[in-house]
């Protein structure tokens, strides 16, 4: 269970410092920031992926799971890194991406070359009696999920880009092969795992299309297979390791399914990503469609999951941002007038849920999103496809434009932010996404006069240090306030005002005049009571029971 009092700091390697000045993040930029993680205080570190990878969607396309990518560093960089980062007590997390290989992949070229074995491995059928596709699942990256495997005349499926091939999860050999190169790192000193979209590695034995007028989603989602695949992958890996930390990525799943994953009973993983909490701003569950968000639809939505999550026994990952999502303050906050509140108040309420909060990197400085203005300033596949549908289907450019600008994966993969300098601190060349703000949100600055990155230092303290945040219950209050998300974990009241707008709540009475374990605002400036708690735009604090209670 000692994952419950951990926090964990995502990086992408790709942009957190460039080495080399090639504009491309490294290993070895990496270690030279081992400083700063140590300053911070996270237990373990989360890399993306850093495997030999052709790149189309950053490294989540593997081409070889034992390997280094050249553009990253070698073998002895990584080594130096889990060792230098072990120095200071802190583990690293390597990531998964175990649904689909790229389709350089050495596996995936022999099966092109015809050897069945191979074939095997993927999921690989003929076009339907009509001629046309096997199926009608789509790719979450636009478009068929299926395209032609060589000129065999069949098709394979790929759930993402089409140099993202699935695996076929039924071939006990595949999962022998995945046992394998967990046992591999786990030999190199890795202690953590994180699993790419694990929950799509179930998928209708047919392969068949969805019923009309139903999501095809649901024949390869939290399929029936998956607890029992997770389960013989954590017998035959991760699960002989005393210390060590699991999650796996979850894609539009359930609670119901999330806790069976994560409940420590069933030996699969320790706990999940879901995403239901960042799709509160899709209008109708759509992506590239803008709509605004109501304070409370977030924490209705923190809400269901903390307390299904209790109830089913599974444990949540707690997290706002990684490197799919534009950054939370832009999202959730106010960047503009309050960008330190909205940040520390996210962040607060948050970390002091049941689960183990993860950070993305920069979130601690309170990075935002890019101020770009043009669609060639955008790399990612998944934005610039979104971008050509949207004209295709009639928006305008300019339409099509803020739309993809709010809701790009580039947002979260812009450089972190060191310096004001003009590569940020980041790359001494031209940086593969270009940052647009270092000028005044960057790590200097907030060190030596901002107010997030010790609020971070603080909610990690306070994780590791009180035992009713990492394992006490949860429970909400006030849950109709309409901009106040409140709750207790036994004997610590967590409150966060979610809005611009100064607002009063009732606290439970036997935290009147309790302490305050933390606050967001600079000292605060009146005694906690039960009658009446003022909450100033995007307040949060954390109070322990006063003296005089019990
Ligand atoms: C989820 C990852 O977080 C995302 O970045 C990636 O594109 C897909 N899985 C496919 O691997």
Excluded at 167 to 184: H, S, T
């Amino acid at each position: 269970m000692s994952f419950h009092d951990k926090v964990i700091y995502q990086i992408y390697p790709k942009s957190f410092q460039d080495s080399d000045g090639n504009g491309v993040g490294d290993l070895r930029g990496v270690i030279d920031r081992i400083p700063y993680l140590a300053e911070l205080g996270p237990d373990m570190v989360w890399l993306s992926p850093f495997f030999v990878s052709p790149q189309r969607d950053n490294g989540y396309d593997v081409a070889d799971y034992r390997a280094v990518d050249p553009t990253m560093g070698t073998i002895d960089d990584l080594q130096e890194l889990i060792d230098g980062l072990a120095g200071h007590r802190i583990g690293v997390m390597f990531d998964m991406v175990f649904n689909h290989t790229s389709t350089e992949h050495e596996w995936f070229r022999r099966a092109l070359a015809g050897e069945e074995r191979f074939r095997d491995y993927y999921l690989i059928r003929p076009p339907a009696p009509d001629g046309g596709l096997p199926n009608n699942w789509e790719s979450k990256f636009g478009g068929p999920a299926w395209s032609k495997f060589g000129d065999t005349g069949d098709y394979y499926l790929h759930l993402f880009d089409r140099t993202q091939a699935d695996l076929n999860w039924r071939n006990p050999e595949v999962r022998q092969e995945m046992a394998d190169i967990v046992n591999f790192w786990i030999g190199h000193g890795v202690t953590g795992f994180r699993f790419d979209v694990i929950n799509l590695i179930g998928k209708e034995e047919q392969l068949r299309s969805s019923p009309k007028d139903v999501d095809p989603r649901v024949m390869y989602t939290d399929g029936e297979d998956v607890e029992t695949y997770l389960r013989e992958l954590h017998d035959a890996s991760f699960g002989r390791l005393a210390e060590r930390i699991t999650v796996g990525e979850m894609s539009s799943t359930s609670i119901q399914a999330c806790a069976g994953y994560s409940h420590p009973d069933n030996q699969e993983l320790d706990m999940v990503f879901s995403f239901h909490h960042l799709k509160v701003d899709y209008p109708n569950g759509q992506k590239w469609a803008l709509a605004p968000v109501k304070p409370d639809a977030l924490k209705l939505k923190l809400h269901e999951w903390a307390e299904g999550m209790q109830t089913g026994g599974g444990w949540n990952a707690l997290f706002l941002n990684n490197h799919d999502q534009p950054r939370s303050v832009c999202r959730f906050g106010d960047p503009a007038g309050y960008r330190a509140e909205s940040a520390t108040m996210l962040a607060t309420i948050t970390h002091l849920l049941r689960g183990t909060p993860f950070i993305y990197m920069g979130e601690e400085i309170g990075m935002t999103d890019p101020e770009y203005d043009s669609i060639t300033d955008y790399a990612d596949i998944e934005a610039l496809n979104a971008y050509d549908e949207l004209i295709r289907s009639g928006h305008s450019a300019a339409e099509a434009f803020r739309i993809v600008s709010a809701r790009a994966r580039d947002n979260a993969r812009t450089p972190m932010q060191w310096d004001s300098s003009p590569g940020a601190g980041f790359t001494t060349g031209n940086a593969w996404l270009s940052p647009t703000n270092q000028d005044r949100i960057n790590v200097a600055t907030e060190l030596s006069s901002g107010r997030i990155f010790r609020h971070y230092q603080r909610l990690i303290r306070l994780r590791h240090e009180i035992p009713d945040i990492s394992a006490g219950s949860y429970r909400a209050w006030a849950l109709e306030h309409p901009s106040v998300y409140a709750y207790l974990r036994d004997d610590v009241f967590v409150a966060g005002n979610l809005t611009s707008e100064t607002t009063t709540l009732q606290i439970p009475e036997e935290f009147d005049h309790g302490e305050y374990l933390i606050n967001n605002y600079p000292g605060p400036n009146y005694p906690p009571t039960s009658a009446s708690l003022t909450l100033r735009p995007y307040e949060a604090l954390a109070l322990s029971k006063g003296e005089t209670t019990s």
